[in-house]
């Protein structure tokens, strides 16, 4: 009786500790120990597959050196402001990162590198992809199993300061363009082939 009220004990324990009882990561367990900075001002517009964003992130200098001693990888990410959640469930935020779509775009994927001391800097030219929407900023920082233990991001806890907008992409594609160009040229070609070919057929016929 004793060991199976201890297993019911260590699970719940579990549970309560930042992790689901699924094992999932819950973000209201992560800590915020990395100061995140994004170039986009406040109300700044950019259009994707043209402007640049330039991200700087380091570990909060108020906290101990020793803080990010388990932190294996940084993954920096675009992440969806409210306004441009509402009324979306597939950029809905959730307490559960396995099932959160907050943040849908990595601009920086990297080993975090605790001896430097000093603030990395990445320069990423948002993707054509990206849609038209109001963003911000945030890092998140793993440890060796590949779990996230912290974060940093460029807005408030509300996510109302520090966003800027993207303009996506409207219309069509070049690559469509080609690809209608493509089509157009192979069905003239079969066109042709087929009247070539009945009229050789007709031809013989005679």
């Known amino acids: 009786m004793d060991s199976r009220l201890l297993i019911v004990s260590s699970l719940l324990l579990l549970c309560l500790s930042g992790t689901t009882c699924h094992g999932s990561v819950l973000f209201s367990s992560l800590k915020r120990t990395l100061s995140v900075h994004a170039s986009p001002k406040q109300g700044a517009k950019l259009k994707a597959g043209e402007d640049k964003i330039t991200v700087t992130w380091d570990l909060n200098n108020t906290l101990p050196a020793s803080t990010d001693d388990q932190y294996k990888k940084v993954k920096v990410k675009l992440c969806f402001a409210p306004i441009s959640q509402k009324d979306r ?45 109001t963003y911000f900023v945030r890092a998140y920082a793993y440890d060796s199993a590949g779990a996230e233990v912290a974060y940093g991001q460029t807005t408030d806890t509300s996510k109302t300061s520090n966003l800027f907008d993207v303009q996506g992409i409207t219309g069509r594609h070049v690559s469509l363009d080609i690809a209608a160009a493509s089509f157009s040229a192979f069905s003239v070609l079969t066109l042709f082939g087929f009247f070539f070919n009945e009229k050789r057929k007709a031809r013989a016929g005679k």
């Open 89 to 133: 469930a597939w950029r809905k935020t959730e307490n559960e990162m396995k099932r959160d779509k907050t943040c849908q775009f990595t601009i920086v994927d990297r080993a975090y590198d605790s001896s430097a001391k000093t603030e990395q800097r990445f320069d990423w030219v948002v993707e054509r992809d990206v849609p038209t929407a």
